[in-house]
């Protein structure tokens, strides 16, 4: 019919790796000895993890890096039931807690699974710390999840 728009879905998926930048370089190069840097003001002193290379409240270039805690307080948290696997959504096999969490030293909130033996005892406000795979390779997936602390 004039006018209509016909639409198929293509079933092609693509893999991209993206050269990161610097500041997220030296972040996950972080990943490999389990250490989470962020970066620091020079100016107005807050900590932004994951690193970026302007500070958002005063606008200054920001380049040192600092170590963060292991260990954090739950801000935020929700309950996710599905997955995004190469661009399509997929029901996950059970629910998963996915936390913002502001670690020791940070002035920003970092995001990350949250696993504990129960979820109804995952709480706003509670310490939680990082759980490392054993083996780590410099990529997002090192750190595993957080946990009760
Ligand atoms: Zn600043």
């Not at 019919?1 to 079933?11: E, F, S, Y």
């Not at 096999?93 to 909130?109: M, R, V």
């Not at 699974?113 to 709480?123: E, L, M, R």
Request: aromatic share 8%.
């Amino acid at each position: 019919m004039p006018g209509d728009i016909v639409r198929a879905t293509v079933p092609i998926t693509f893999t991209y790796k993206n050269r990161v930048g610097h500041a997220l370089e030296q972040y996950l190069n972080g990943f490999k000895e389990k250490k989470i840097l962020g970066v620091k003001c020079p100016a107005c002193k807050r900590v932004y993890v994951p690193p970026r290379t302007v500070c958002s409240t005063c606008h200054k270039p920001i380049d040192k890096m600092v170590e963060v805690g292991q260990t954090g307080v739950l801000k935020h948290f929700t309950i996710a039931h599905v997955n995004i696997i190469n661009g399509e959504i997929i029901d996950a096999q059970q629910p998963y807690i996915i936390g913002l969490i502001k670690l020791t030293g940070a002035s920003s909130l970092v995001s990350g699974i949250v696993q504990a033996p129960s979820q109804g005892t995952i709480k706003t406000g509670m310490k939680v710390k990082a759980v490392w795979k054993e083996t780590t390779q410099g990529d997002y997936g090192d750190l595993a999840y957080f946990e009760p602390a």
